[in-house]
Protein backbone atom coordinates (compact mmCIF):
# COMPACT_ATOMS: atom_id res chain seq x y z
CA UNK A 1 0.00 0.00 0.00
CA UNK A 2 1.39 3.24 -0.84
CA UNK A 3 2.19 6.71 1.70
CA UNK A 4 -0.83 8.27 -0.27
CA UNK A 5 -3.35 5.80 0.56
CA UNK A 6 -1.86 5.00 4.36
CA UNK A 7 -2.43 8.87 4.64
CA UNK A 8 -5.88 8.52 3.38
CA UNK A 9 -6.80 5.62 5.72
CA UNK A 10 -5.17 7.03 8.84
CA UNK A 11 -7.83 7.70 11.47
CA UNK A 12 -6.05 11.08 12.24
CA UNK A 13 -6.55 11.52 8.52
CA UNK A 14 -9.86 10.89 8.81
CA UNK A 15 -10.70 12.77 12.10
CA UNK A 16 -9.12 16.11 10.66
CA UNK A 17 -11.26 15.29 7.02
CA UNK A 18 -13.98 15.37 9.51
CA UNK A 19 -13.41 18.35 11.17
CA UNK A 20 -13.03 20.46 7.62
CA UNK A 21 -16.59 19.30 6.61
CA UNK A 22 -18.07 20.18 10.19
CA UNK A 23 -16.06 23.85 9.47
CA UNK A 24 -17.67 24.25 6.33
CA UNK A 25 -21.24 23.00 7.45
CA UNK A 26 -20.46 26.42 9.82
CA UNK A 27 -21.70 28.46 6.79
CA UNK A 28 -24.94 27.44 5.98
CA UNK A 29 -25.84 27.11 9.61
CA UNK A 30 -24.70 30.67 9.91
CA UNK A 31 -26.94 31.64 7.16
CA UNK A 32 -29.50 30.31 9.09
CA UNK A 33 -29.01 32.09 12.19
CA UNK A 34 -28.92 35.08 10.03
CA UNK A 35 -32.52 33.77 7.90
CA UNK A 36 -34.19 33.68 12.06
CA UNK A 37 -33.20 37.54 12.09
CA UNK A 38 -34.49 38.45 8.93
CA UNK A 39 -37.88 36.75 9.62
CA UNK A 40 -37.93 38.45 13.26
CA UNK A 41 -37.36 42.16 11.39
CA UNK A 42 -40.46 40.91 9.08
CA UNK A 43 -42.10 40.14 11.74
CA UNK A 44 -41.78 42.73 13.88
CA UNK A 45 -42.80 45.25 10.57
CA UNK A 46 -45.70 43.35 10.25
CA UNK A 47 -47.04 43.57 13.79
CA UNK A 48 -46.27 47.61 13.41
CA UNK A 49 -48.28 48.18 11.14
CA UNK A 50 -51.38 46.07 12.74
CA UNK A 51 -50.44 48.24 15.93
CA UNK A 52 -50.63 51.67 13.90
CA UNK A 53 -54.09 51.75 13.40
CA UNK A 54 -54.90 51.11 17.16
CA UNK A 55 -52.31 52.15 19.66
CA UNK A 56 -48.78 51.08 20.77
CA UNK A 57 -47.29 50.79 24.18
CA UNK A 58 -48.92 52.72 26.68
CA UNK A 59 -47.45 55.05 29.22
CA UNK A 60 -49.92 56.49 32.22
CA UNK A 61 -49.31 59.66 34.19
CA UNK A 62 -51.24 62.02 36.19
CA UNK A 63 -53.01 63.60 37.23
CA UNK A 64 -50.66 66.81 37.84
CA UNK A 65 -52.43 70.01 38.63
CA UNK A 66 -50.34 72.93 37.30
CA UNK A 67 -50.86 76.60 37.95
CA UNK A 68 -49.06 79.03 36.20
CA UNK A 69 -47.82 82.27 38.63
CA UNK A 70 -45.89 85.52 38.57
CA UNK A 71 -42.84 85.82 40.05
CA UNK A 72 -39.49 87.87 38.80
CA UNK A 73 -35.86 87.75 38.06
CA UNK A 74 -32.75 89.37 36.65
CA UNK A 75 -31.30 89.75 33.44
CA UNK A 76 -28.43 90.90 32.64
CA UNK A 77 -27.90 92.20 28.96
CA UNK A 78 -25.42 94.47 27.12
CA UNK A 79 -26.45 98.19 26.37
CA UNK A 80 -23.40 100.24 24.70
CA UNK A 81 -20.99 97.83 25.62
CA UNK A 82 -21.89 98.26 28.80
CA UNK A 83 -23.43 95.13 31.59
CA UNK A 84 -26.74 96.22 32.22
CA UNK A 85 -29.03 94.34 35.16
CA UNK A 86 -32.66 94.77 35.50
CA UNK A 87 -36.08 92.80 36.87
CA UNK A 88 -38.77 91.68 34.48
CA UNK A 89 -41.66 89.83 35.46
CA UNK A 90 -42.20 86.80 34.08
CA UNK A 91 -44.41 83.54 34.01
CA UNK A 92 -43.73 80.15 35.09
CA UNK A 93 -45.41 77.14 35.79
CA UNK A 94 -46.24 75.43 39.55
CA UNK A 95 -46.44 71.35 39.77
CA UNK A 96 -48.51 70.12 42.35
CA UNK A 97 -48.36 66.65 42.48
CA UNK A 98 -51.31 64.42 44.30
CA UNK A 99 -50.76 63.17 47.90
CA UNK A 100 -52.84 59.80 46.89
CA UNK A 101 -53.62 57.98 43.93
CA UNK A 102 -55.26 55.12 43.73
CA UNK A 103 -56.02 53.86 40.11
CA UNK A 104 -57.44 50.30 39.11
CA UNK A 105 -56.78 48.97 35.53
CA UNK A 106 -58.87 46.32 33.96
CA UNK A 107 -56.42 44.82 30.61
CA UNK A 108 -58.86 42.81 27.78
CA UNK A 109 -56.12 41.58 25.29
CA UNK A 110 -56.64 40.43 21.58
CA UNK A 111 -54.58 39.28 19.46
CA UNK A 112 -54.76 40.15 15.57
CA UNK A 113 -53.22 38.32 12.08
CA UNK A 114 -51.76 39.85 9.28
CA UNK A 115 -51.01 36.96 7.04
CA UNK A 116 -49.08 34.65 9.30
CA UNK A 117 -48.15 36.90 11.79
CA UNK A 118 -49.86 38.17 14.95
CA UNK A 119 -49.57 41.09 17.62
CA UNK A 120 -51.02 41.35 20.81
CA UNK A 121 -53.16 44.20 21.15
CA UNK A 122 -55.59 44.94 24.33
CA UNK A 123 -58.06 47.32 25.85
CA UNK A 124 -58.15 48.97 28.92
CA UNK A 125 -60.43 50.50 31.45
CA UNK A 126 -58.40 53.15 34.25
CA UNK A 127 -60.26 54.63 37.10
CA UNK A 128 -58.76 56.27 39.21
CA UNK A 129 -59.22 58.89 42.53
CA UNK A 130 -56.57 61.09 43.63
CA UNK A 131 -56.12 64.31 46.56
CA UNK A 132 -54.51 67.11 46.06
CA UNK A 133 -53.73 69.88 49.15
CA UNK A 134 -50.96 72.82 49.03
CA UNK A 135 -48.09 71.67 51.70
CA UNK A 136 -48.52 73.29 54.77
CA UNK A 137 -44.75 75.36 54.31
CA UNK A 138 -45.15 76.56 50.37
CA UNK A 139 -43.30 79.27 50.72
CA UNK A 140 -40.15 76.94 51.09
CA UNK A 141 -40.48 75.78 47.88
CA UNK A 142 -40.18 79.41 46.23
CA UNK A 143 -43.83 80.89 45.54
CA UNK A 144 -46.57 81.82 47.47
CA UNK A 145 -50.48 81.15 47.38
CA UNK A 146 -50.70 85.14 46.38
CA UNK A 147 -48.87 84.97 43.16
CA UNK A 148 -50.75 81.38 41.89
CA UNK A 149 -52.93 82.37 39.25
CA UNK A 150 -55.59 80.06 40.43
CA UNK A 151 -58.02 80.92 37.43
CA UNK A 152 -56.07 79.34 34.73
CA UNK A 153 -55.14 75.83 37.12
CA UNK A 154 -55.37 72.54 35.21
CA UNK A 155 -55.52 68.94 35.66
CA UNK A 156 -53.24 67.15 33.53
CA UNK A 157 -53.58 63.47 32.54
CA UNK A 158 -50.77 61.71 30.08
CA UNK A 159 -51.14 59.08 27.58
CA UNK A 160 -48.18 58.06 25.84
CA UNK A 161 -50.34 57.43 22.08
CA UNK A 162 -52.95 59.67 22.13
CA UNK A 163 -54.16 57.58 19.46
CA UNK A 164 -55.33 54.95 21.89
CA UNK A 165 -57.74 57.99 23.31
CA UNK A 166 -60.54 56.48 20.47
CA UNK A 167 -63.63 56.70 23.13
CA UNK A 168 -62.57 59.63 25.57
CA UNK A 169 -62.38 60.19 29.28
CA UNK A 170 -64.18 61.90 31.90
CA UNK A 171 -62.69 64.06 35.12
CA UNK A 172 -64.54 65.43 37.73
CA UNK A 173 -63.26 67.64 40.99
CA UNK A 174 -65.06 67.86 44.33
CA UNK A 175 -67.89 66.25 42.44
CA UNK A 176 -68.24 68.74 39.54
CA UNK A 177 -67.50 67.46 36.23
CA UNK A 178 -65.21 69.08 34.16
CA UNK A 179 -64.27 69.46 30.23
CA UNK A 180 -61.65 67.93 29.30
CA UNK A 181 -58.89 69.07 26.27
CA UNK A 182 -56.91 67.43 23.82
CA UNK A 183 -52.99 67.80 24.68
CA UNK A 184 -51.02 69.36 27.67
CA UNK A 185 -50.43 66.00 28.63
CA UNK A 186 -47.04 65.27 31.27
CA UNK A 187 -43.67 64.83 29.81
CA UNK A 188 -43.54 61.97 31.17
CA UNK A 189 -45.76 60.88 28.66
CA UNK A 190 -44.26 62.21 25.70
CA UNK A 191 -46.69 65.94 26.10
CA UNK A 192 -49.34 63.56 25.16
CA UNK A 193 -52.97 63.40 26.80
CA UNK A 194 -55.25 65.40 27.79
CA UNK A 195 -56.05 68.45 30.46
CA UNK A 196 -59.00 70.25 32.19
CA UNK A 197 -59.36 73.81 33.73
CA UNK A 198 -60.00 72.99 37.09
CA UNK A 199 -61.39 75.77 39.58
CA UNK A 200 -60.03 75.60 42.62
CA UNK A 201 -58.01 78.05 45.26
CA UNK A 202 -55.83 76.07 47.08
CA UNK A 203 -57.36 75.64 50.27
CA UNK A 204 -58.28 72.76 52.00
CA UNK A 205 -58.20 69.47 49.43
CA UNK A 206 -59.11 68.69 45.57
CA UNK A 207 -60.68 65.53 45.34
CA UNK A 208 -60.31 64.00 41.62
CA UNK A 209 -61.91 61.10 39.92
CA UNK A 210 -61.02 60.10 36.07
CA UNK A 211 -61.94 57.32 34.43
CA UNK A 212 -60.83 56.70 30.64
CA UNK A 213 -60.96 54.04 28.26
CA UNK A 214 -57.40 53.12 26.09
CA UNK A 215 -56.23 51.46 23.04
CA UNK A 216 -52.70 50.13 23.21
CA UNK A 217 -50.35 47.25 21.99
CA UNK A 218 -47.68 44.85 23.98
CA UNK A 219 -47.38 46.64 27.47
CA UNK A 220 -48.88 49.44 30.29
CA UNK A 221 -47.24 51.31 32.17
CA UNK A 222 -47.99 54.21 34.99
CA UNK A 223 -46.21 56.47 36.03
CA UNK A 224 -45.98 57.20 39.83
CA UNK A 225 -46.28 60.90 41.18
CA UNK A 226 -46.96 62.83 44.15
CA UNK A 227 -47.30 60.92 48.09
CA UNK A 228 -48.72 57.54 47.46
CA UNK A 229 -49.54 55.75 44.36
CA UNK A 230 -51.53 52.27 44.29
CA UNK A 231 -52.09 50.63 41.02
CA UNK A 232 -54.53 47.51 40.79
CA UNK A 233 -54.46 45.59 37.55
CA UNK A 234 -56.07 42.84 36.23
CA UNK A 235 -56.02 41.12 32.92
CA UNK A 236 -57.02 37.51 31.13
CA UNK A 237 -53.28 37.40 29.44
CA UNK A 238 -51.96 34.65 31.41
CA UNK A 239 -48.38 35.69 30.76
CA UNK A 240 -47.36 38.97 31.71
CA UNK A 241 -44.48 39.75 32.22
CA UNK A 242 -43.44 42.49 35.33
CA UNK A 243 -40.80 45.41 34.34
CA UNK A 244 -39.81 48.87 35.52
CA UNK A 245 -38.27 50.32 38.60
CA UNK A 246 -40.80 48.50 41.19
CA UNK A 247 -42.08 45.24 41.05
CA UNK A 248 -45.89 44.41 41.87
CA UNK A 249 -46.69 42.97 45.47
CA UNK A 250 -47.81 38.86 45.42
CA UNK A 251 -48.59 39.43 41.88
CA UNK A 252 -51.21 36.43 41.44
CA UNK A 253 -50.68 33.95 38.07
CA UNK A 254 -52.65 31.04 36.70
CA UNK A 255 -53.97 30.31 32.87
CA UNK A 256 -57.07 32.28 33.04
CA UNK A 257 -55.10 35.51 33.96
CA UNK A 258 -53.16 37.71 36.03
CA UNK A 259 -53.77 40.05 39.12
CA UNK A 260 -51.54 42.41 40.79
CA UNK A 261 -51.06 45.45 42.54
CA UNK A 262 -48.20 48.21 43.73
CA UNK A 263 -47.95 50.44 45.88
CA UNK A 264 -45.22 52.94 45.83
CA UNK A 265 -43.97 55.81 48.64
CA UNK A 266 -42.92 59.21 47.67
CA UNK A 267 -39.50 58.17 49.07
CA UNK A 268 -38.84 55.57 46.77
CA UNK A 269 -39.07 57.80 43.75
CA UNK A 270 -36.83 60.77 45.56
CA UNK A 271 -39.20 63.73 43.82
CA UNK A 272 -40.90 66.77 45.64
CA UNK A 273 -44.69 67.09 46.17
CA UNK A 274 -44.27 70.40 44.14
CA UNK A 275 -42.15 71.84 41.93
CA UNK A 276 -41.11 74.39 39.20
CA UNK A 277 -40.27 71.97 36.64
CA UNK A 278 -42.24 68.64 35.50
CA UNK A 279 -40.51 65.22 34.99
CA UNK A 280 -39.45 63.53 31.89
CA UNK A 281 -40.42 60.21 30.42
CA UNK A 282 -38.52 57.09 31.98
CA UNK A 283 -35.61 55.76 30.73
CA UNK A 284 -36.94 52.32 29.59
CA UNK A 285 -40.42 54.20 28.01
CA UNK A 286 -41.65 53.25 24.38
CA UNK A 287 -40.73 55.72 22.36
CA UNK A 288 -39.02 58.41 25.19
CA UNK A 289 -36.22 59.45 22.69
CA UNK A 290 -37.88 62.68 22.65
CA UNK A 291 -38.70 63.15 26.02
CA UNK A 292 -35.13 62.46 26.68
CA UNK A 293 -33.89 65.36 24.60
CA UNK A 294 -36.09 67.81 26.54
CA UNK A 295 -34.80 65.81 29.84
CA UNK A 296 -31.54 68.54 30.04
CA UNK A 297 -32.71 70.49 33.53
CA UNK A 298 -31.66 73.55 30.64
CA UNK A 299 -34.28 72.26 28.67
CA UNK A 300 -37.84 74.76 28.59
CA UNK A 301 -40.52 75.20 26.21
CA UNK A 302 -43.12 77.64 26.38
CA UNK A 303 -46.48 76.60 26.79
CA UNK A 304 -49.61 79.17 26.88
CA UNK A 305 -46.81 81.84 27.71
CA UNK A 306 -45.27 80.23 30.45
CA UNK A 307 -42.53 78.59 30.91
CA UNK A 308 -42.23 75.05 31.22
CA UNK A 309 -39.04 73.14 32.09
CA UNK A 310 -38.70 69.39 31.73
CA UNK A 311 -35.96 68.07 34.20
CA UNK A 312 -34.82 64.36 35.22
CA UNK A 313 -35.88 60.80 34.50
CA UNK A 314 -39.87 59.71 36.19
CA UNK A 315 -39.99 56.27 37.29
CA UNK A 316 -42.86 53.70 35.98
CA UNK A 317 -44.15 50.21 36.16
CA UNK A 318 -44.47 47.84 33.48
CA UNK A 319 -46.91 45.35 32.16
CA UNK A 320 -45.95 43.54 29.09
CA UNK A 321 -48.47 41.19 27.79
CA UNK A 322 -45.94 39.15 26.43
CA UNK A 323 -46.32 35.82 24.25
CA UNK A 324 -46.46 32.50 25.66
CA UNK A 325 -43.86 31.42 23.44
CA UNK A 326 -41.40 33.56 21.67
CA UNK A 327 -40.96 31.33 18.49
CA UNK A 328 -38.35 33.16 16.91
CA UNK A 329 -36.11 33.56 20.35
CA UNK A 330 -36.48 30.14 20.61
CA UNK A 331 -35.34 29.27 17.16
CA UNK A 332 -32.64 31.13 17.62
CA UNK A 333 -31.46 29.36 20.78
CA UNK A 334 -31.87 26.05 19.20
CA UNK A 335 -29.60 27.09 16.11
CA UNK A 336 -26.74 28.15 18.54
CA UNK A 337 -26.55 24.34 19.07
CA UNK A 338 -26.46 23.17 15.89
CA UNK A 339 -22.78 22.84 15.83
CA UNK A 340 -23.39 20.30 18.70
CA UNK A 341 -25.91 18.40 17.18
CA UNK A 342 -23.43 17.94 13.67
CA UNK A 343 -20.67 17.03 16.05
CA UNK A 344 -21.94 14.34 17.89
CA UNK A 345 -23.64 13.01 14.63
CA UNK A 346 -20.28 13.33 13.11
CA UNK A 347 -18.62 12.16 16.00
CA UNK A 348 -20.73 8.72 15.65
CA UNK A 349 -20.46 7.88 12.32
CA UNK A 350 -16.09 8.23 12.84
CA UNK A 351 -16.41 6.22 15.67
CA UNK A 352 -18.33 3.65 13.24
CA UNK A 353 -15.60 4.01 10.64
CA UNK A 354 -12.31 4.17 12.55
CA UNK A 355 -13.55 1.62 15.32
CA UNK A 356 -16.27 -1.04 13.47
CA UNK A 357 -14.45 -0.29 10.23
CA UNK A 358 -17.27 1.38 8.12
CA UNK A 359 -16.06 3.34 5.14
CA UNK A 360 -18.10 7.12 5.78
CA UNK A 361 -17.27 8.91 2.72
CA UNK A 362 -16.60 12.95 2.91
CA UNK A 363 -19.62 13.73 0.42
CA UNK A 364 -22.13 11.36 3.02
CA UNK A 365 -20.55 13.65 6.09
CA UNK A 366 -21.77 16.43 3.84
CA UNK A 367 -25.00 15.27 3.01
CA UNK A 368 -25.29 14.28 6.74
CA UNK A 369 -24.61 17.44 7.97
CA UNK A 370 -27.25 19.42 4.97
CA UNK A 371 -29.66 17.26 6.64
CA UNK A 372 -29.05 18.64 10.36
CA UNK A 373 -28.91 22.12 9.11
CA UNK A 374 -32.09 21.95 7.22
CA UNK A 375 -33.85 21.05 10.42
CA UNK A 376 -33.73 24.59 11.53
CA UNK A 377 -35.09 25.79 8.50
CA UNK A 378 -37.67 23.10 8.49
CA UNK A 379 -38.40 24.47 12.41
CA UNK A 380 -38.88 28.32 11.46
CA UNK A 381 -40.70 27.55 8.56
CA UNK A 382 -43.47 25.76 10.48
CA UNK A 383 -42.94 27.51 13.81
CA UNK A 384 -44.15 30.81 12.03
CA UNK A 385 -47.63 28.68 10.83
CA UNK A 386 -48.64 25.51 13.86
CA UNK A 387 -46.52 27.00 16.67
CA UNK A 388 -43.32 26.01 17.87
CA UNK A 389 -43.65 23.24 19.80
CA UNK A 390 -45.48 21.27 16.92
CA UNK A 391 -43.12 22.99 14.52
CA UNK A 392 -40.87 20.94 16.43
CA UNK A 393 -42.43 17.72 16.61
CA UNK A 394 -42.55 17.97 13.12
CA UNK A 395 -39.32 18.75 12.14
CA UNK A 396 -37.36 16.69 14.40
CA UNK A 397 -39.55 13.74 12.91
CA UNK A 398 -38.61 14.20 9.75
CA UNK A 399 -35.09 14.67 10.14
CA UNK A 400 -34.48 11.41 12.27
CA UNK A 401 -36.64 9.75 9.59
CA UNK A 402 -34.18 10.97 6.90
CA UNK A 403 -30.75 10.60 8.54
CA UNK A 404 -31.94 7.11 10.53
CA UNK A 405 -32.72 5.54 6.66
CA UNK A 406 -29.88 6.98 4.97
CA UNK A 407 -27.89 6.03 8.02
CA UNK A 408 -28.68 2.29 7.19
CA UNK A 409 -27.36 2.55 3.81
CA UNK A 410 -24.27 4.79 4.69
CA UNK A 411 -22.89 2.52 7.57
CA UNK A 412 -24.43 -0.74 6.04
CA UNK A 413 -26.49 -1.64 9.08
CA UNK A 414 -29.33 -1.82 10.44
CA UNK A 415 -28.30 -2.51 14.14
CA UNK A 416 -26.38 0.91 13.43
CA UNK A 417 -28.90 3.02 11.81
CA UNK A 418 -31.40 1.98 14.53
CA UNK A 419 -28.33 3.44 16.72
CA UNK A 420 -28.49 6.33 15.28
CA UNK A 421 -31.47 6.93 15.21
CA UNK A 422 -31.50 6.47 19.17
CA UNK A 423 -28.74 8.95 19.46
CA UNK A 424 -30.72 11.62 17.15
CA UNK A 425 -34.06 11.36 18.88
CA UNK A 426 -32.38 12.00 22.62
CA UNK A 427 -30.47 15.05 20.95
CA UNK A 428 -33.45 16.55 19.94
CA UNK A 429 -35.12 15.36 22.98
CA UNK A 430 -32.34 17.12 25.34
CA UNK A 431 -32.56 20.26 22.91
CA UNK A 432 -35.59 20.99 23.64
CA UNK A 433 -35.63 20.49 27.39
CA UNK A 434 -32.63 23.30 26.63
CA UNK A 435 -35.21 24.94 25.34
CA UNK A 436 -37.58 25.29 28.09
CA UNK A 437 -34.78 25.16 31.07
CA UNK A 438 -32.52 28.21 30.56
CA UNK A 439 -31.81 28.35 33.50
CA UNK A 440 -29.81 25.17 33.78
CA UNK A 441 -29.12 24.75 30.21
CA UNK A 442 -25.13 25.44 31.00
CA UNK A 443 -25.18 22.95 33.49
CA UNK A 444 -27.41 20.45 31.25
CA UNK A 445 -24.94 21.03 28.39
CA UNK A 446 -21.85 20.84 30.22
CA UNK A 447 -22.71 17.43 31.61
CA UNK A 448 -23.72 16.23 28.60
CA UNK A 449 -20.11 17.07 26.86
CA UNK A 450 -18.20 15.59 29.71
CA UNK A 451 -20.09 12.45 29.16
CA UNK A 452 -19.48 12.15 25.37
CA UNK A 453 -15.52 12.72 25.98
CA UNK A 454 -15.97 10.12 28.14
CA UNK A 455 -17.60 7.75 26.19
CA UNK A 456 -15.16 9.06 23.46
CA UNK A 457 -12.12 8.23 24.94
CA UNK A 458 -13.44 5.11 26.12
CA UNK A 459 -14.30 3.81 22.84
CA UNK A 460 -11.46 4.89 20.93
CA UNK A 461 -8.55 4.11 23.66
CA UNK A 462 -7.17 1.31 21.83
CA UNK A 463 -6.81 3.25 18.27
CA UNK A 464 -3.39 4.15 16.58
CA UNK A 465 -4.60 7.56 15.34
CA UNK A 466 -1.06 7.08 12.94
CA UNK A 467 -1.72 3.96 12.38
CA UNK A 468 -2.41 3.20 8.19
CA UNK A 469 -5.01 0.91 8.89
CA UNK A 470 -8.45 0.68 11.21
CA UNK A 471 -7.85 -0.72 14.47
CA UNK A 472 -10.90 -2.80 14.88
CA UNK A 473 -10.82 -3.97 18.46
CA UNK A 474 -13.87 -3.96 19.67
CA UNK A 475 -17.72 -4.10 18.04
CA UNK A 476 -19.89 -1.51 17.41
Given at each position: MDDTVRRERSPGIRLLFVILVGLALSVPLLLVYALVYDRQDQANIAQASINAGWGGAQVLSGPLLVVPFRTT????????????????????LFYIAPQANKVATSIVPEERRKSIYRSVLYSATVKGAAQFALPADLERFGV???????DRAELRFGVSDARGLTTGGSVSANDKPLAVQPGKGPAASNGQGFFAFVAWDGQGELAVRYDLSLRGSRSLSLVPRGGSTTWTVTSAWPSPSFAGAFLPEHPQVSGKGF??????DKLALGQP???????????????????QARSDPSAAVTAGGAQEVVSGQSAAV????????????KVNRAVKYGFLFIGFTFLAYLLFDIVAG??????????TGAGLVLFFVLLLAFAEVIGFTASYVLASGAT???LSAYSAAVLRSRRRAGFMAALLVGLYALLFVLLNLEAWSLLIGSVMLFVALAGVMYATRNVEWAAAGRERRTGV
Amino acid sequence: MDDTVRRERSPGIRLLFVILVGLALSVPLLLVYALVYDRQDQANIAQASINAGWGGAQVLSGPLLVVPFRTTQSQNETVDGKAVSRVVEVEKLFYIAPQANKVATSIVPEERRKSIYRSVLYSATVKGAAQFALPADLERFGVTRERLEWDRAELRFGVSDARGLTTGGSVSANDKPLAVQPGKGPAASNGQGFFAFVAWDGQGELAVRYDLSLRGSRSLSLVPRGGSTTWTVTSAWPSPSFAGAFLPEHPQVSGKGFTAQWTVDKLALGQPPVGMEDFGAPADAPDSTYVQARSDPSAAVTAGGAQEVVSGQSAAVTIGLIEPVNLYSKVNRAVKYGFLFIGFTFLAYLLFDIVAGARVATAEYLLTGAGLVLFFVLLLAFAEVIGFTASYVLASGATIALLSAYSAAVLRSRRRAGFMAALLVGLYALLFVLLNLEAWSLLIGSVMLFVALAGVMYATRNVEWAAAGRERRTGV
